[in-house]
């Protein structure tokens, strides 16, 4: 039982290069959501997903875009990185009707120089 | 709106001490409340949760906290700290299954 599952676990991206951090869960949760972690500021929700095609803005989406195909993977598509994006970013999901039931990949931790 | 505010961002016990780790929110409706711990180089990882009912909850390792309306408090407790309780731990506030806010967060240090 994998759980989510991020992939790169570190990259280094130049000043506006654009790359695509891959998330996939194997619970059959319908609820997805993208997280950046930047020190001594706790979590930020960046997009969030209900289900398969369904997408919303979080707190900080400039910068970013989410697609939702299937029910298992949320990409997170970085266009024109900045300096600014550099942070640990967590995927997670949850199932329905269980605002508690978040399960958390392991970070993909990015730099952009 | 809703936001979490942790006190203190570092809390330093010795091994075998009280380990209390202090939160705040601030939310316009009921909450749910939650404390997450974080080892290094890994996601974080659910301890405890309040949502209804008894507003003294137990979590996993021996955590536990204690809901206080009255204070606007969840502050997160352990009678005595094991070195293995070295890590991160964010508290977390939501009313809704879409937006869960994430205090700053409190790094634990368990000295020997």
């Known amino acids: 039982n994998a759980g989510v599952t991020q992939t790169p676990k570190f990259r280094i991206l130049k000043i506006g290069q654009s790359m695509t951090l891959q998330c996939a869960q194997d619970m059959n949760h319908n609820y997805m959501y993208w997280y950046r972690q930047d020190p001594g500021m706790g979590l930020k929700l960046i997009y969030y997903?209900?289900?398969?095609?369904?997408?919303d803005k979080g707190e900080v989406p400039n910068g970013y875009n989410v697609s939702r195909s299937t029910t298992e993977d949320f990409p997170l598509r970085l266009e024109l990185a900045a300096p600014s994006q550099t942070s640990v970013y967590f995927c997670?999901?949850?199932?329905?009707?269980?605002?508690?039931?978040?399960?958390f990949g392991s970070g993909t931790r990015l730099t952009v120089v | 709106a809703q936001s979490v505010t942790q006190l203190g961002s570092h809390v330093s016990v010795s091994e075998g001490a009280l380990v209390l780790l202090r939160c705040n929110y601030s939310?316009?409706?009921?909450?749910?409340l939650f404390w997450y711990v974080q080892y290094p180089n890994q996601g974080l990882q659910l301890l405890l949760k309040y949502t209804t009912g008894a507003t003294l909850v137990k979590g996993i390792n021996g955590f536990e906290a204690e809901f206080k309306k009255s204070e606007t408090s969840f502050h997160l407790t352990k009678p005595s700290a094991h070195m293995s309780d070295a890590a991160e731990y964010f508290c977390a506030v939501t009313y809704n299954n879409n937006d869960m806010r994430f205090g700053a967060g409190t790094r634990l240090t368990v000295k020997p």
């Open positions: 939310s316009s409706v009921p909450p749910y």
């Open positions: 997670a999901s949850s199932s329905d009707g269980r605002v508690y039931d978040y399960t």
């Open positions: 997903s209900v289900g398969a095609g369904i997408t």
